[in-house]
C-alpha cells in the first residue's frame, strides 16, 4: 500500500464517558496522544474528524462532519469526503491501547479488492479500527442517506476482509466508553 491518510473520529456525544472521549487521561496523557503515538511510526499523514476547539492544540488538521448527528459513519463519509489517497485508516478515538504492531499488521494484510479491511476475534468484531477505501463512498452516503447507521450493516453491503485475531487479541483493541471501563483498564494494567 503505498499512500495513506490516518483518520481518528473524534466526534461522539460521549454520553458515557461523560468528556470529549479523545482528551481522556489514561497513564497521565490523552486517548488521543496514545492513538497518535502508535501511528507516528507508520506515518505522520494524521486527520482529526472534529469540530472540537479542545483538539486545537494538537497540530494536525481539523475537519468538521459534513452531516451532523450520524455517528461513526458520518465521520467515516467525513474523512473519505476530504481523503486523497484510495486507502484510509480510520480509528475511533477511544482505543488508548492500540499498538505500532497491529495497525502495521491490519496494512500489511489489507488487500486492495476489499472495501474494508477490520480485526475481528469469535466474539468481537473492531469496525472502527479499520482500512477504507475512498471508493466505498457512494455506498456509505445511501447509508446515510436511508439512515441506516450502523457499522455491521455497511460491512454486509460491501466486499470486506477480516482478520481473525484470538481472544487474547481483542484487549489492545479496546475502546474505553465509560469511567468504569477507564477504572477496570487501569486496574488490569497495575
Not at 475537519?63 to 450520524?70: F, S
Not at 455517528?71 to 484510509?88: D, V
Not at 495497525?103 to 475481528?120: D, M, P
Request: with cysteine; proline share 4%.
Amino acid at each position: 500500500m503505498k499512500a495513506l491518510t490516518v483518520f481518528i473520529l473524534c466526534g461522539g456525544k460521549s454520553s458515557r464517558m461523560q468528556s470529549e472521549k479523545g482528551l481522556v487521561l489514561f497513564q497521565d496523557k490523552p486517548f488521543i496522544d496514545h492513538i497518535i503515538q502508535a501511528i507516528l511510526p507508520i506515518t505522520n499523514q494524521i486527520k482529526l474528524i472534529t469540530a472540537s476547539k479542545q483538539y486545537d492544540y494538537l497540530e494536525y488538521e481539523k475537519i468538521p462532519d459534513l452531516i451532523v448527528d450520524k455517528g461513526p459513519l458520518g465521520g467515516i463519509y467525513t474523512a473519505l469526503s476530504h481523503s486523497e489517497t484510495e486507502f484510509n485508516l480510520i480509528l475511533s478515538c477511544d482505543i488508548p491501547l492500540i499498538s505500532t504492531e497491529l495497525l502495521q499488521e491490519l496494512i500489511s494484510k489489507h488487500t486492495k479488492e476489499a472495501g474494508i479491511t477490520i480485526f475481528a476475534s469469535e466474539s468481537k468484531t473492531h469496525p472502527l479500527i479499520g482500512i477504507y477505501s475512498k471508493n466505498i463512498l457512494s455506498v456509505i452516503k445511501e447509508s446515510i442517506d436511508s439512515d441506516e447507521l450502523k457499522m455491521m450493516d455497511l460491512l454486509a453491503k460491501l466486499p470486506h476482509q477480516i482478520i481473525k485475531i484470538e481472544e487474547n487479541e481483542n484487549f489492545p483493541l479496546t475502546n474505553i466508553n465509560s469511567i468504569d471501563e477507564l477504572n477496570d483498564l487501569n486496574i488490569n494494567l497495575s
